[in-house]
């Protein structure tokens, strides 16, 4: 199954935040999962990855 690749436009939208926040989250908090360089000038987050941390978050607050 082909990998589903998220801006941090996407990752905004979906968190409720500003578009800088996830790449906030990325540099001070060592359990999100880390930008992936497609090409130059492309970052994405990959999705499995993104919900597997909202996972281990909401187990964490559980």
């Known amino acids: ?6 801006s941090d436009l996407q990752l905004a939208a979906r968190f409720g935040v500003h578009r800088s926040t996830p790449w906030r989250w990325a540099k001070a908090d060592p ?18 990855e ?3 941390w909202e996972a281990a978050k909401a187990s964490a607050a559980a």
């Not at 359990?31 to 499995?48: A, D, E, I, Y």
Request: charged fraction near 15%; aromatic fraction near 12%.
């Open 1 to 6: 199954m082909a990998e589903t690749y998220l």
């Open 31 to 48: 359990t999100f999962p880390q930008p992936v360089n497609l090409s130059p000038g492309c970052t994405r987050w990959k999705l499995s």
């Open 50 to 52: 993104i919900e597997v």
